[in-house]
């Protein structure tokens, strides 16, 4: 298994431009999550799905923020418009409802 | 999730075992003590987990006290790959991925 794909693995944007970043869980997981990761604020839960329904999305810090599921094997994070305080990495990870989860490489986001 | 306590640094020697606690006094009977730790620019990933009894995989150990209040993650013989923050984190078992990652422990294992 190939684990948890992300790309772009890195993405320099500029600001106001719109960012997508993309997510494909492992095979047979129901539950997929996006996470952002700063020095100030550590790891951050941001959104996530079950069944490709999302669950809870308190974490999304405002409404430039969007997430998506289409299916059961692919998820966005959409930024729009981004904003230099956006640069962060951002990781996706999958899991079934017990056990453990499992992270992918991440994409780091700067914006300029 | 419970909330833990974790010191913020730890050095060890290669070779020797990394003894990595974390406090967990709120922890709630049906939650269970999960490890996972980062390396460098890497995704979180997961070492280990357990509810009350002590276990045991290829990559640690993990050892709850009784009161199930604390736990310590164990590294038998650390090598330079394992230095990496390590996070302790108390949840249930369903919704695996929704975790409150703390600061955790930065592990440097020096030669």
């Known amino acids: 298994d190939a684990g948890v794909i992300q790309s772009p693995r890195h993405e320099v944007t500029e600001m106001g431009q719109e960012v997508t970043l993309r997510c494909k869980p492992i095979?047979?997981?129901?539950?997929l999550f996006w996470y952002r990761q700063t020095m100030m604020r550590g790891l951050e839960l941001l959104i996530y799905f079950n069944n490709n329904v999302p669950i809870d999305d308190s974490g999304m810090p405002e409404d430039r923020f969007s997430a998506k599921m289409p299916n059961a094997s692919f998820s966005t994070l959409k930024i729009q418009p981004s904003e230099p305080r956006d640069s962060a990495v951002y990781f996706c990870a999958s899991s079934n409802p017990t056990g453990r989860a499992f992270f992918g490489q991440g994409t780091r986001l700067t914006v300029v | 999730d419970a909330k833990t306590t974790q010191p913020p640094s730890m050095d060890c020697a290669e070779g020797r075992a990394a003894n990595l606690p974390c406090n967990h006094s709120t922890i709630s009977g049906n939650e269970y003590v999960y490890w996972y730790r980062q390396i460098h620019s890497q995704g979180p990933q997961y070492i280990i987990h357990?509810?009350?009894n002590n276990e045991t995989n290829e990559m640690a150990s993990l050892i709850i006290t009784e009161d199930r209040k604390s736990s310590t993650l164990i590294l038998p013989h650390a090598t330079l790959r394992d230095t990496a923050v390590y996070y302790c984190i108390v949840r249930g078992n369903t919704n695996a991925g929704k975790s409150t990652f703390g600061d955790g422990t930065t592990l440097t294992v020096k030669p």
């Open positions: 095979s047979g997981h129901n539950s």
């Open positions: 357990g509810l009350k």
